[in-house]
T-cell receptor
Framework: DAKTTQPPSMDCAEGRAANLPCNHSTISGNEYVYWYRQIHSQGPQYIIHGLKNNETNEMASLIITEDRKSSTLILPHATLRDTAVYYCIVRPFSMNTGFQKLVFGTGTRLLVSP | DGGITQSPKYLFRKEGQNVTLSCEQNLNHDAMYWYRQDPGQGLRLIYYSQIVNDFQKGDIAEGYSVSREKKESFPLTVTSAQKNPTAFYLC???????????FGDGTRLSIL
């Protein structure tokens, strides 16, 4: 019951920006967009999340379109260690709805090459 | 160093045996979670706990049990009733249920 669509795989050259798209056309007004990544045989790592404004942290930038139906995760200078599966997840936040689980789809497998 | 520790990294079980997977966190997080991941698939929620002495079933709780007697610990028992226990098990925690979850490095369980 994943509510996002991501390409199954992408390639990126080391040192270049990696732009990972995510489609969430049915997103609701109270749903956040979360990004996680999973390096082989490790647990997922939280990257960033946002509601409607663009967000940036030390790992990445998140660009959300004005209509909120899609977003892009940007790794500005990809390294070999960024090779991983990247998951885009939408999750509602409202104190009235109570606990809402994270729904991990199959993500985008990003391969960063020298 | 703050973090989530899962042990052991690899675990083997004979058929018919119960086995307990450990998860400890020193992040002072209230909420903790257990997920299962099968090859090539996303994570599925087994159990979660929003606060000490309370826990709830996730999507695939059958054949599993948990306890939350201490804030920092959330052990998962895979019972003999779990018909297909071979998987990668991941524990996570968050400050509260609505905040980002942070994961351990997982335990890979195999049946002998």
């Amino acid at each position: 019951d994943a509510k996002t669509t991501q390409p199954p795989s992408m390639d990126c050259a080391e040192g270049r920006a990696a732009n990972l798209p995510c489609n969430h056309s049915t997103i609701s007004g109270n749903e956040y967009v979360y990004w996680y990544r999973q390096i082989h045989s490790q647990g997922p790592q939280y990257i960033i999340h946002g509601l409607k404004n663009n967000e940036t942290n030390e790992m990445a930038s998140l660009i959300i379109t004005e209509d909120r139906k899609s977003s892009t995760l940007i790794l500005p200078h990809a390294t070999l260690r960024d090779t991983a599966v990247y998951y885009c997840i939408v999750r509602p936040f409202s104190m009235n709805t109570g606990f809402q689980k994270l729904v991990f789809g199959t993500g985008t497998r990003l391969l960063v090459s020298p | 160093d703050g973090g989530i520790t899962q042990s052991p990294k690899y675990l083997f079980r004979k058929e018919g045996q119960n086995v307990t997977l450990s998860c400890e966190q020193n992040l002072n997080h209230d909420a903790m979670y257990w997920y299962r991941q099968d090859p090539g698939q996303g994570l599925r929620l087994i159990y979660y706990s929003q606060i000490v002495n309370d826990f709830q079933k996730g999507d695939i709780a059958e054949g599993y049990s948990v306890s939350r007697e201490k804030k920092e610990s959330f052990p998962l028992t895979v019972t003999s009733a779990q018909k297909n226990p071979t998987a990668f098990y991941l524990c996570a925690s968050s400050i509260s249920w609505d905040q980002p979850q942070h994961f351990g490095d997982g335990t890979r369980l195999s049946i002998l």
